[in-house]
């Protein structure tokens, strides 16, 4: 019986995807539940596998085409219990296929390196053929005159010293006149050739400017489409500060080690920003919501995107409900959403939704930026290397480890007013840590 096997669905709002490899042949074996296919969507990518134990008859969809829900990938022809032992049995028995005499006559063979007429000179195959035609032997050979690349004897060298040798009789030449002649004639051809009407120069500039054209991936596609649709319907603005960033710094530096043996990771800056971010949306309900036709919605859940740049493209996996995490919870979710990113194995379900987005350029070296809202949400919070820089503190100037903090926000139902003091308490919260603990 032939089982058709379609494009499943694929998640909230994703209704295509397209073919990136097929894992099984057709004529091949598939078992119940084995991947036969993967496939791309805008967030991630994942395998489809046989619902049932068969023959993959047919593949109906090729690689790099694009699929929709419910499109045939390909068809399965289901087999008896009987057929699937008798299967495995041949497959496990089958011998090796036996060369034919025919292939056998087919296949260069190999002359031992002893049986090899040894030449000092080398010489193309045609002007050795030539040669024995005419029986010339190694001796003579060796005499011909090499005007050719790398000093080959070519098939014309060989004409030469057949013609020579065929006028040796009327008039003797001596190897002298056989040499200037032969380079006499070289020059000339050289000059023809080089002779601009014949041979016009090609520009340099022409001969090197390689150009590849790559097929973009769905990721790449949607990453490009989302950031036009936030650019065309958002009314993007931002606005800037810097943090110092010394008390953070100095609790990684004395808590750094204890953090790692007791949880296993690293306490990194992104932590800090994300429960300064929750306590400043918290004041700041606006920068958490989102518009809906003529509607604003405010939502008082925080599923806070982080901004990922994986070798596939750019992705936002999402903290659920952050404002329930630790400083713990959040560093090991960013480390595995690093881990999954980068082998292309993030679930729908955590690349879905978000309410607020962090994303740190820093990591990259970026002093300054200005982030692309990632819609539909209305605010996103751009992180920056950490630079020491002289600053001015209580009259006097002193170094300092600064970092550049941009919010980009739509300016559509934020004002300026709220996202200028959004920042501000960003700033406050992060220069202070301490006040995070007593936030919650």
């Known amino acids: 019986m032939a089982i058709n096997v379609e494009v499943p669905q694929l998640g909230e709002s994703i209704i295509e995807a397209t073919v990136v490899r097929w894992l099984k042949k057709e004529g091949e074996l598939v078992k119940a539940g084995e991947p036969i296919v993967e496939l791309e969507t805008e967030k991630a990518n994942f395998e489809v596998g046989a619902e049932k134990t068969g023959i993959l008859a047919r593949i109906e969809r090729k690689e790099g085409e694009d699929v929709k829900v419910g499109d045939v990938l390909c068809v399965i022809e289901e087999i008896s219990e009987e057929e699937k032992k008798a299967l495995r049995e041949e497959l496990a028995v089958k011998p090796a296929p036996k060369e034919t005499p025919k292939e056998a006559e087919e296949k260069p063979s190999e002359i031992p390196a002893e049986e090899e007429p040894a030449l000092k000179k080398k010489i193309t195959p045609v002007a050795k053929r030539l040669a024995e035609e005419h029986g010339i032997g190694i001796e003579d050979i060796e005499k011909v005159a090499a005007t050719g690349p790398g000093n080959r004897i070519t098939k014309e060298d060989i004409q030469r010293y057949i013609e020579q040798r065929t006028q040796q009789k009327e008039a003797p030449v001596t190897e002298e006149q056989k040499v200037y002649q032969l380079k006499e004639e070289r020059l000339t051809e050289k000059a ?249």
């Open 192 to 440: 023809e050739i080089e002779t601009p009407l014949e041979a016009p120069q090609i520009p340099p500039l022409q001969r090197y400017r390689r150009e590849e054209r790559v097929r973009m991936s769905r990721r790449r596609r949607t990453i490009a489409r989302r950031m036009l649709e936030a650019q065309r319907t958002a009314a993007i603005l931002s606005t800037f500060n810097e943090i110092d960033m010394s008390a953070v710094m100095e609790i990684r530096r004395r808590r750094k080690e204890y953090f790692r043996q007791k949880y296993g990771v690293s306490l990194g800056i992104t932590s800090f920003f994300v429960k300064a971010v929750i306590a400043a949306l918290k004041e700041f309900p606006l920068l958490n919501a989102e518009i809906q036709d003529d509607e604003i919605v405010i939502k008082y859940y925080y599923d806070i995107g982080v901004a990922i740049g994986a070798t596939g493209g750019l992705v936002v996996p999402v903290l659920r409900d952050a404002d329930r995490m630790s400083f713990a919870d959040i560093e090991r979710a960013i480390k595995e959403f690093a881990e999954k990113a980068e082998k292309g194995t993030l679930s729908l379900e955590e690349l879905q939704g978000g309410t607020f987005t962090v994303t740190n350029g820093g990591v990259f070296g970026s002093l300054l930026s200005t982030p692309i809202l990632n819609p539909p949400q209305v605010g996103i919070l751009g992180l920056h290397k950490i630079e020491e820089r002289p600053v001015v503190v209580n009259h006097e100037i002193v170094i300092r480890p600064m970092m550049y903090v941009a919010l980009s926000y739509d300016h559509r139902i934020v004002d300026g007013r709220e996202a200028v003091q959004f920042l501000v308490r960003v700033k406050e919260l992060i220069e202070d840590p301490e006040s995070l603990f007593l936030e919650g």
